[in-house]
């Protein structure tokens, strides 16, 4: 087997383990609980008909390993049951939440790493200069300052003092009605709600990519071949992109651990924009004590981690060599 | 010269009177090293003038709450009229304004220092104290138990930290402190990371192999050997936890899974978030903002200064 094909199936291997292991963590996690799986719910005031559908679905009155046994048959099958709060399908009402929350996120921190590479690049090449020195501290005093904090303020300056942007939520109350779901992504009340949560992301994450390029460039600098790309007259934008191209790899090795760090700070973001995604179900449902829900839309946090890693990885071992060789 | 001079001079009758010495606190390798680790950043004027700050936040922790000049649920009234000062403007006898409640806010806010400090010592020696062991116990041992434990960090590093704490905070119940062990139970994992790194170098080092051939304990090695060499990156990690420790848990405050009556900066935040008078009582939410980025900043920008750190000790820390 070519070393390629091999790096390729132990990843995969990997991979799937670490998705096993999620599942077996969130079962034990959630059957430890104290009390029943459904006692807390019962106390938050579910009724017994809902209670006695998440006894069936679970198969909660038999012993554990069989509870563990349907726990991933269900998951596999993508049979996640009822939510009790909501009364549908877990699936029926989180799907487009996490549409929401990709369609806000991916732009977002594809936006971040263009602008990051290129601002650390430019500090990192002019090592030492004032732009190094000090532009780089408001990009670190801004992802220094908890995300809520940065979304609140981007709401009292453009939407309460300048009225530019609506407060919150994702589109006006009302505007969606008689549209097929995907519409409302294409007009301009989504595009004005789009604006705030997008820089707020943007702010929060600046300073990831922009550090590491920076590092990263100066390391590629010190290397003989860039004193040999000055010696041979290479315009300077040129030898530039040459370096960019050395240095990006550890900015893209930190992408997918990046964007975990972004649906985490999402869950803020969200909720000061009352942006209807994951993150604000998320702490929705851990309130309202909806284990069904909690319990799938944390799966799916991570797996969206645990697989960009995986395509990271894959990409990484065709773009360098070296990678595949370790396994 | 004096014969017995030169006998005190030799470094094998040093090291044996070293022995006999009463032992002091500041003569420990650990804590010398410690020292010198913190020495080296402070030489530096920037990283200087951020100490100086995590210092007077520190101060504001430990002082604070006596220089306060209200009672915390202290509700003003004007003199005059006698109503309640809701959201007022900042003034003389109000210098940060008041709250939606009437509370003053200057006083909540030195107050708030106390939770905040605390949170960061807790939540930041959590962080240093588990990453210390997984990584030296990863490094130094090595073998099967490495390749557990670095799994095991591998699988932490990819878990996104509020969704997860949130989960982990309905097991362990909402409160301050389950607030702070959560971030403290997560975060380790990029100091593991690079002080198991930084232990398989120091592990190199002709001393250990001295010691280690000269028939010395691991614990022996472990605590005389690796942990004085990595206790400077350790500092590094120590300031950088504070300042994720502050930041992340005034984030779960903010959300409301940590104790709403603990006054801390981020239950200020919420306070004023959820009042519905955010944009107008600015006086009230920006404060604790600003000075909970500041810290964070600062410990940031404190822990950058220190030298030994390369691309990838940098990399860990800023995905933290």
Known sequence: ?327 | MDIAKKVSDNALVRAISDQSRVKNVGDNYIVRNLWGGIRSMVNDRMTAFYFGILVTILLMGVFGPMLAPYGVEEIHFDPQTGQMLRAEPPSLAHPLGTTFNGYDVLTRLLIGARPTVLTGIIGGGMILSIGTAIGVTAGYVGGRTETLLMRFTDFVYGVPLIPFGIVLITFLGVGFIPSIMVIGLILWRGAARVIRAQTLKVKQYPFVQVAKASGASTPHIIFKHILPNVAPMAVFFLSLGVGYAIMLQASLTFLGVADPFIPSWGVMIRNAFNSGYMSTAWWWSAPPGLLIAITVLATFMFGRGYEGGDSETANNAIAA
């Open chain 1, 1 to 327: 087997m070519s070393s390629l094909r091999r790096y390729f199936a132990v990843r995969s291997v990997q991979t799937v383990m670490m998705l096993a292991l999620v599942m077996t963590a969130l079962f034990v996690l959630f059957r430890s609980m104290p009390g029943d799986f459904t006692a807390q719910m019962a106390a938050s005031g579910a009724n017994e008909e809902a209670l006695q559908a998440i006894r069936e679905q679970w198969h909660l009155d038999e012993p554990l390993y069989m509870q563990y046994y349907h726990y991933l048959a269900n998951l596999v099958q993508g049979n996640l049951g009822e939510s009790p709060v909501y009364r549908v399908d877990v699936w029926e009402f989180t799907k487009l939440r996490i549409f929401n929350t990709f369609i806000l996120v991916a732009p977002a921190m594809t936006f971040t790493y263009v602008i990051g590479v290129a601002i650390g690049t430019v500090a990192g090449s002019n090592r030492g200069s004032a732009f190094e020195r000090f532009g780089t501290v408001p990009i670190i005093g801004v992802g220094s300052s908890p995300a809520f904090f940065t979304a609140i303020l981007l709401v009292i300056v453009f939407a309460v003092w300048l009225n530019l942007f609506p407060t919150s939520g994702m589109t006006s109350p009302g505007s969606t009605e008689g549209l097929a779901w995907w519409e409302p992504y294409l007009t301009r009340d989504f595009a004005a709600h789009y604006v705030l949560p997008f820089t707020a992301v943007v702010c929060r994450y600046l300073f990831i990519p922009t550090l590491i390029m920076r590092n990263s460039v100066v390391e590629v600098m010190g290397e003989d071949f860039t004193e040999y790309y000055r010696l041979t007259g290479l315009p300077t934008l040129t030898r530039l992109r040459h370096i960019a191209k050395h240095a990006s790899i550890p900015v893209l090795t930190i992408y997918p651990v990046s964007l975990a760090r972004a649906l985490g700070g999402l869950v803020l973001i969200e909720t000061v924009f009352n942006w209807p995604g994951i993150g604000f179900t998320l702490v929705e449902a851990v309130l309202a004590r909806d284990y069904p829900t909690v319990q799938f839309v944390f799966f799916v946090v991570a797996a969206f981690v645990i697989v960009s890693n995986f395509v990271v990885d894959l990409v990484y071992g065709v773009i360098d060599p070296r990678i595949r060789l370790e396994g």
